[in-house]
């Protein structure tokens, strides 16, 4: 049964949990077989690879992809290079995010961070190596050449310095400063948003919509307004649970925004304000999907990005 | 005038010296265009990016995409996206090897280290931007798609843990080791020598031969092997200077690997042994390019890369 086979067209459609668990299923599978092995030379580094990246996360990104690709009819082998990219390039930015000069953090999914574990200079090759790896993935992937080259192209852009390292860098230089909301929510955008967008543009172009035409502009631009909203919401719900949860829940040190003196939903609109600005933003990420469908029931193609809105903004960890 | 013509059809060639300082400054002019604006927020982070990349280094990895791009028809447009990418992968590993946790070296090409200038932080953030904006520039290249993701494959591979951080990683381990000559060469062949590889193959696939056909096998292989060959002998010539030259001359710190117990080829092989070495393999290279023509004569098409592997051997800094 192929992922997306599994998302659409059973009669009786799999619960949200249960297409969730097949899809991370097929992720881990992916995943151990396009890390390098840890029996190549050199073992430690790959060891530590696999480390950061296997048995561990929601794969919420992934996630994003093979929902996206309800869209379209996409080759099942070129969806899980895509989802594993866009995963490798998330783990190697924990990796690096973790480091004494960064974060300075010691838990990651519940489990001691890769430069506690591996010592802070193979971390530095670890995220290294594995942003080398995703593309590499994505380089050697099923689709059309041009537009395999149009995903490198976006896993690159969010990735980078207008994206994701872009965000980080916002970041470093807003602790203790106090931001405006826009100022936050641009932050984000880059820095959890861009990767978020990425994830979702990357599995709609992973085919052709059933009738051979390409997502029109007017389509990807609507995924590009679902993705911004939940990029946002992930993490307006990122900063609730950091000052409501506690570290065993999240799996990572908890309250540790306010520890570093970092400008959150929290801190700058109070909690109840950030839970009501979730909400809404769940509510943007479905509107934007009625360009494709008028509601989204259990055989629309967006059906599956409308569960995980829901998922996003409802997460308790 | 093209960068091609003005390797190859001028009726009066320049001076490998001449050409050099030709490529250079074209280099120079497209990184400018390829990096980030320093007007761009974050203005710090790509004012960091453009001081590790700009205004510095010999290009070595782009004069052997330029050189080796003499073998077929290359697009202008291309051949400088390719050259600019392995640069700034190359740019990349300078800014992380430099850092505190790894070499902890304060001076790059006569500058202070990012790190020392920037911040760590800022430093880790330079590296994974530079390194998703290589990617960034040849997904958005002006070869065939095929070709191009072709391109991006043999960058993504030269660079991640089957390459270049992969001898990283070795390099690691290996301080206070005593290598065998065969332990240090892989180390090498890896950490400087895949990068170096990729360049040449990397310019010789930006364009088809000029009866129109790709490059053979042979022909590819007889390339890396030439690129093998100045690979180790650049590595060789690195640590007979690293233990000849001073500081001033090389513009980064002399001395450092005997000061850090590394093994090196002086410390393995001496110092005449690797002369000797060195100029063994300057002559395998130009062996290697018989292939092509059976002798590098001015108008053969590689002219370039035999007179660029004397300059990597008879190199002072």
Known sequence: MSTNNAMSTTTTPMTLVDWMKHCQARIEVALTEFLPSPDQVPTHLHEAMRY?????????????VFAAAQLVDADDAGLLRAACAVEMIHAYSLVHDDMPCMDNDALRRGKPTVH????????????????SQAF???ANGANAPARQLRIVQLLAQASG???MCGGQAIDLISVGVDLTREQLEHMHQLKT???????????????????????????????????????????????????????????????KDAANHKPTYVSILGLDASRILAEQLR????????????????????????????????RSA
Chains 1, 2 share one sequence.
């Open 52 to 64: 950061a990246v296997l048995d561990g996360g929601k794969r919420v990104r992934p996630l994003l």
């Open 136 to 138: 590499m993935i994505l």
């Open 283 to 314: 509510l943007q990420a479905h509107g934007a999907l009625t360009v494709f469908s008028p509601s989204a029931h259990s055989n629309s193609t967006t059906w599956r990005l409308a569960q995980l809105a829901d998922f996003i903004v409802q």
């Open 116 to 131: 506690v574990r591996y010592g802070e200079a193979t971390a530095l090759l670890v995220g290294d190596a594995l942003q």
């Open 193 to 255: 948003g861009a990767l978020l967008r990425a994830s979702v543009l990357m599995g709609a172009l992973c085919g052709q919509k059933p009738d051979g035409q390409e997502l029109s502009h007017i389509e990807l631009a609507a995924l590009n307004r679902y993705a911004s909203a939940i990029g946002l919401a992930f993490q307006v719900v990122d900063d609730i649970l950091d000052a409501t949860a506690d570290s065993i829940s999240l799996g990572k040190t908890a309250g």
């Open 161 to 163: 310095s207008a994206g």
